[in-house]
DNA sequence: CGTCTCCTTGAATTAGATCAATATGTGTGG
DNA sequence: CCACACATATTGATCTAATTCAAGGAGACG
């Protein structure tokens, strides 16, 4: 149970939604896939042949400098699509955070996405746009927040896109925190004791942190 | 000459082309505009009406925090292509760093990229997925990177746009270099002095730089 | 030749990293 | 259920890279 790479390989069928686009919801088939915790769904390098869609768990996704330190780019949700590249080949690894379950579209073939149908492009294009806003917000937040700002921030983001809005659930560890945010682990540990101690956050579990003031959290960026 | 935004206004016609992308070129028209520098070309919050090509000087984008902080996500040689956003207002802003000429693309009416003519589409797409991997790879730097890491991915990046492989042409002050990498103009500053004395690049005026060591610099990422 | 802006350099400070030591889980097998 | 091992987190004590504060220089331009 915890070392291979499952692969149900049961066909299904679901809705590709993504409800942060207005953009028309496409349909698309494909296997679905299990992945473990840490497991590899894809690497930097590997051929880019599929879009995936998380049905369960958690994924992340990053990028490695020589040095072996990482950069996580995103983590995706259940309903959040990743796997999308302008290249042939995948500039980014993706990982299974936690137990997860994904859907595959593979590709027919080497075509790229802009020689799929006219509805599809435009509805990637969409997503495009969405990561390329979201990439410039962590580009702002990596080049100018202090730790405190970084782990408001994401705390927000997180509680945002959980279902309750002070309640956040971390299925990551505080390694993945601190590679997302472009800092270390004991700073992100730190961090989060100080805003407990202030009273602004409590964690009755280290995965779960509770917003007590969550303007607080807010003015601390904008 | 050094304060009034002056529009030539003289409507000409320019191959848009992005030799970064593999895509076909597309010849849009419109009208040619001036800029000085420091000038602002459109604000966040601004309504998103044109793309705009650089036809000559520079181009910065940027966000700001809430303290006056500053994050420039790109700066725009001749030839670039920017002004792009998902959504019917800028997030970015977009200021001349040099006197520079852009012509501006403006969209009819309210309709955003994806209600455009499906050859744009497609053209649209490769550019934004560009952008995407760009920004990837500044998170990565700005995430990750020490002050000499930046300053050489820095230094590499602007030689590989530039004409000459080892002469560096700074368009831009130590200001706008720091605030692209994060970093502030004090430690923009002593990185390159160091450099210097190391022999590793020249410095014969402040805004040229010399690659003395390619290889050095090169080593220092990846 | 003075003024203004940008750049460099130095000294002091500090936020965050690093190093090191517990602590808190979490799962396993007895 | 407990005891052990192993993962992950927290906390403390330094250390250091980069920032901040503070002068000076070096060009550009009238």
Known sequence: MS?????????GSAGFSMPWLESAEITLSGPVLNFVAERRIFAEGDEARS?????????????FLSD???????????GDVFGFEPRPTHRLS????????VIAYR??????????????VRHFFSYAMACLEQSRLHCLLLGRGSAAQKIAAFLLE????GDAPTIVDLPMS?????DYLGLTIETVSRTLSQMERDGTIALPTTRKVI????????????
């Open 3 to 11: 070392t291979s790479v499952a692969n149900a390989a049961r066909s």
């Open 51 to 63: 879009y995936y869609k998380v049905i369960s768990g958690v994924v992340r996704t990053c990028q």
């Open 68 to 78: 072996g330190r990482r950069q996580i780019d995103a983590f995706y949700l259940p």
């Open 94 to 101: 993706a990982e299974a955070v936690s137990n997860c379950t």
């Open 107 to 120: 590709r027919r073939g080497p075509d790229t996405i802009s020689a799929g149908d006219d509805r599809m």
């Open 158 to 161: 997180m509680a945002d896109r």
């Open 174 to 178: 505080r390694q993945d925190v601190a």
């Open 211 to 222: 917003l007590r003031q969550r303007r607080v959290l807010e003015d601390l960026n904008a």
